[in-house]
């Protein structure tokens, strides 16, 4: 199948982006937040479709699994996206030369934005809105494990921009064949930038097979080092949290770290998580604090393999360190650089921390599961970057535009 007339048809609707007003852009966006919520049923019934396709201990069940209550917030996430100021046009700098040219720093779009992702029907939605914010327009490969329920939000978009009379090209959903996504990958000159969502193989695979430059988003094993000087009472919280909230997600904890001066309260700061049903790789030390108290058949002794793996499930590893120095270097070998946090009340502990982690988050007496970009007030977000190019962390709005140079002059040449 040749899949140029898809690309072909995102490019030029790319280029009649721009003149759609800001206005425009809003009563668009507002319409589709009432859509998908006038349209709760049709998209659930799809989504029934779906999940009959998916074993329900697979990890990826929770991501696809759509419920009333989730619809409504990918609407108010949408709502969200209408109340943010909008950065196209943005002066980002602004000088007169000697020569009298005046070159101004302008916010513009990135143009048309590819995005490949997994079992994440909420994607759909959550990268059309902030594209379209941003005058970009989004080409989308989901997966084939969420084909129906993608089709169905989609549907809703395009009969919004249709009410609008807008070019539906704005949005293209590919194919959920395999095919599509190796045409996506060789879109060289349609597509400008390419976003992967989903697992690190997912990943990976774009990263190393595409000829359109990649923002790479998404695996995170995440770590809470419990310090020294941590409050017990934060920790229990904190971790429970961090853990339980939403095990399927990339800001879900992987590993907790405890100083081994604080080990005599391990069975304390773990024991809500037995309560959550949560299985528990520890490692030596650690296990035979462990062995006394937590639930026999949700205690394993920890394997190497077991730290540096991102869940997405009720498992989680724990491991006894010496000391901050300790915790700092196990994190920068295991951790994907996405989200890290420390409970400590020590001030010179947390200042080492919060500097010295390479992450995109890094936290202090909170829960990692506030990496997110509506929790960052960015409305949606495209993705967590965890590279250093262009984007790192939440992507919003701003991440979705790049900017161009604009001068002004009156006759100048250059000797």
């Not at 399927?248 to 304390?268: E, H, P």
């Given at each position: 199948m040749n899949y140029n007339p898809y690309f072909e048809k995102a490019q030029q609707a790319s280029r009649t982006m721009i003149s759609l007003s800001k206005d425009t852009i809003n009563n668009v966006l507002a319409d589709l937040a009432y859509a998908l919520v006038r349209h709760t049923a049709e998209i659930l019934a799809e989504n029934v479709k779906d999940l009959a396709k998916m074993p329900i201990e697979d990890p990826k069940y929770d991501r696809l699994k759509l419920t009333e209550q989730r619809i409504a917030d990918i609407a108010n996430d949408v709502k969200n996206v209408v109340n943010l100021a909008n950065p196209l046009g943005e002066i980002l700098s602004d000088r007169i030369l000697e020569n009298k040219l005046q070159i101004q720093k302008v916010r513009v779009p990135l143009g048309v934005v590819g995005v490949i992702y997994e079992a994440r029907p909420n994607v759909t939605a959550d990268v059309f809105s902030l594209c379209f914010k941003t005058g970009n327009v989004a080409v989308l490969k989901g997966g084939s494990d969420a084909e129906f329920s993608n089709l169905a939000i989609t549907k809703v978009i395009q009969e919004v921009l249709q009410l609008h009379k807008i070019?539906?090209?704005?949005?293209?959903?590919?194919?959920?064949?395999?095919?599509?996504?190796?045409?996506?990958?060789?879109?060289?000159?349609?597509?400008?930038?390419?976003?992967?969502?989903?697992?690190?193989?997912?990943?990976?695979?774009?990263?190393?097979?595409?000829?359109?430059?990649?923002?790479?988003?998404?695996?995170?094993?995440?770590?809470?080092?419990?310090?020294?000087?941590?409050?017990?009472?934060?920790?229990k919280s904190i971790i429970f949290n961090a853990?339980?909230?939403?095990?399927?997600?990339?800001?879900?904890?992987?590993?907790?770290?405890?100083?081994?001066?604080?080990?005599?309260?391990?069975?304390?700061?773990?024991?809500?998580?037995?309560?959550?049903?949560?299985?528990?790789?520890?490692?030596?030390?650690?296990?035979?604090?462990?062995?006394?108290?937590?639930?026999?058949?949700?205690?394993?002794?920890?394997?190497?393999?077991?730290?540096?793996?991102?869940?997405?499930?009720?498992?989680?590893?724990?491991?006894?360190?010496?000391?901050?120095?300790?915790?700092?270097?196990?994190?920068?070998?295991?951790?994907?650089?996405?989200?890290?946090?420390?409970?400590?009340?020590?001030?010179?502990?947390?200042?080492?921390?919060?500097?010295?982690?390479?992450?995109?988050?890094?936290?202090?007496?909170?829960?990692?599961?506030?990496?997110?970009?509506?929790?960052?007030?960015?409305?949606?977000?495209?993705?967590?970057?965890?590279?250093?190019?262009?984007?790192?962390?939440?992507?919003?709005?701003?991440?979705?535009?790049?900017?161009?140079?604009?001068?002004?002059?009156?006759?100048?040449?250059?000797?």
């Open positions: 070019n539906p090209n704005v949005l293209t959903l590919l194919p959920a064949e395999r095919a599509a996504t190796e045409a996506l990958l060789n879109a060289r000159g349609f597509v400008d930038v390419l976003i992967p969502r989903g697992s690190q193989s997912l990943i990976n695979y774009v990263r190393e097979n595409s000829k359109i430059p990649v923002i790479e988003t998404g695996a995170g094993i995440v770590h809470t080092y419990f310090d020294q000087s941590g409050d017990l009472e934060k920790g853990k339980t909230r939403r095990v399927s997600v990339c800001n879900s904890l992987d590993c907790v770290l405890i100083n081994q001066n604080r080990l005599t309260d391990l069975a304390q700061l773990l024991s809500p998580l037995a309560d959550g049903n949560v299985e528990l790789f520890a490692d030596e030390k650690s296990f035979e604090v462990l062995k006394f108290s937590y639930p026999e058949i949700l205690l394993n002794q920890a394997r190497e393999e077991h730290f540096g793996t991102e869940f997405l499930s009720l498992k989680m590893a724990v491991k006894v360190v010496q000391d901050l120095d300790e915790a700092l270097n196990h994190i920068a070998n295991y951790s994907s650089k996405h989200s890290e946090a420390i409970i400590s009340e020590d001030a010179d502990s947390i200042a080492r921390f919060l500097n010295e982690v390479d992450a995109a988050a890094v936290y202090a007496n909170a829960s990692t599961g506030f990496t997110d970009g509506a929790q960052f007030g960015l409305g949606a977000e495209i993705g967590i970057s965890t590279q250093k190019l262009h984007a790192r962390g939440p992507m919003g709005l701003e991440e979705l535009t790049s900017y161009k140079w604009v001068v002004r002059g009156d006759g100048q040449v250059r000797k």
